[in-house]
Every structure is written in structure tokens, then in C-alpha cells.
């Protein structure tokens, strides 16, 4: 292996190091606990080598989100190797997968909500982030039903994001097994419902 990929190898575990650790933080503490120096120290890393990567606490923590934003779509990507039933039902219940349902990534998720109202450039990270896991999730629902309109998948896409979202929030109380079993199939109602007669929704449409 040449040099050159040795430490690009390096830097990448480095920048990895220093993201994690300030998610660690924010987890924890919120916005109000993160700083360069404690990024530095919690990563275990010198503080010139955090001020290297990122200018500022604002450029680290943009850049801490879009990590999580990677995690999201992680939760809703494609598997080929299998059916898309199968592909969509595993995505559904990757949201309750046991890493997913501690407290430091519950609140972690607490305290990313709340940054959107912090900072504008954090609402922007956190919109675009939540319209492509919509639009990951949303894709799922199409492929498992082919004669779905988009729009009517987006809209169940949503719809299931809500339940998601009310379910990692009750999960910081304590985590109910059969609550949250009862919530993945509630999401998988909403999924793989049947698609509506088109008279029906036409019917639906011209309120007749």
C-alpha cells in the first residue's frame, strides 16, 4: 500500500475521530458542550489538529450532522440481493435495531431537533437531510408498490416518519418492547396498504 493512501487512511479515521466525538458531546451535553477544545480532548487528538479540519465550532458541528444524515440514509438504503417487500419491511424495523434505541443516540437525536432552532444553517442541514430520507424511504415504498403514485408514496413515507420520530422520543422514557414492536407495525400497515381503486379516489378527489 503506498503512502499516499496509508494517510489519506489516517486522515480519514482522524476527521472520523473528531466527528464521533462531537456527536458524543452534543449527545450529552447539547450545543452548549461542544467547543473545539473539548471536541480535541474527547477525541483524544491535539486541538490544532481540530482547528485543521474545521474552521470553527459552526463548520465542526455542519459537519458532525451531515455524519448523521449519512447514518439516516444508511437506515433506508436499497438491498438488491433481496425483494422489495423484503427490502421496504427490513428498512421499517432498522429504526428499532438495538443501537439505534440507547440514550446516547436518543439524545443525540433530542438535540438535533433542537438545533434547527438555534441556527439557520443547522435548520437547512437538518431539512435537506429529513427530505432525502423521505425520498430514501419513499423510493422503497414505490419499488414494493410499483402502481403507487410518488406523490401518495412521499405522503406514507411521511406519515411513517412521524411514528419513527414519536417512537425514538418515548423510547428517552424508557423502551417498551411490545410498544415499539406495535409501532413497526403500524408503519408497515401504512406501507403496504393496498392501493385505492382509482373510481375510489376519484370519487375522493371531485368530493362525490
Known amino acids: 500500500m503506498g503512502t499516499k493512501a496509508v494517510n489519506s487512511g489516517e486522515q480519514m479515521d482522524r476527521q472520523s475521530r473528531i466527528l464521533e466525538?462531537?456527536?458524543?458531546?452534543?449527545?450529552?451535553?447539547?450545543?452548549?458542550?461542544?467547543?473545539m477544545r473539548s471536541v480535541?480532548?474527547?477525541a483524544g487528538v491535539a486541538l490544532g489538529l481540530v482547528n485543521y479540519y474545521?474552521?470553527?465550532?459552526t463548520t465542526l458541528i455542519r459537519a458532525a450532522l451531515r455524519r448523521v444524515d449519512e447514518h439516516d440514509l444508511l437506515l433506508v438504503s436499497p438491498d438488491p440481493s433481496v425483494a422489495p417487500e423484503e427490502q421496504l419491511r427490513k428498512a421499517l424495523h432498522r429504526v428499532a435495531a438495538a443501537?439505534?434505541?440507547?440514550t446516547r443516540y436518543l439524545s443525540l437525536r433530542l438535540h438535533l431537533w433542537a438545533l434547527a432552532q438555534a441556527d439557520e444553517g443547522y435548520a437547512q442541514i437538518n431539512a435537506e437531510a429529513f427530505d432525502r430520507y423521505l425520498d430514501?424511504?419513499?423510493?422503497?415504498?414505490?419499488?414494493?408498490?410499483?402502481?403507487?403514485p410518488w406523490q401518495a408514496c412521499?405522503?406514507?413515507?411521511?406519515?411513517?416518519?412521524?411514528i419513527q420520530n414519536g417512537m425514538w422520543l418515548t423510547a428517552l422514557l424508557g423502551v417498551d418492547e411490545a410498544s415499539i414492536q406495535r409501532s413497526i407495525a403500524r408503519t408497515e400497515e401504512i406501507a403496504f396498504a393496498p392501493v385505492q381503486d382509482r373510481t375510489v379516489k376519484d370519487r375522493e378527489l371531485h368530493g362525490s
Open 21 to 35: 466525538a462531537a456527536l458524543d458531546l452534543l449527545s450529552r451535553h447539547g450545543i452548549s458542550g461542544v467547543s
Open 40 to 42: 480535541a480532548r474527547e
Open 54 to 57: 474545521y474552521d470553527d465550532k
Open 99 to 102: 443501537e439505534l434505541l440507547t
Open 136 to 148: 430514501g424511504l419513499a423510493a422503497l415504498v414505490k419499488n414494493a408498490q410499483p402502481d403507487l
Open 154 to 162: 412521499r405522503e406514507r413515507a411521511a406519515d411513517i416518519v412521524v
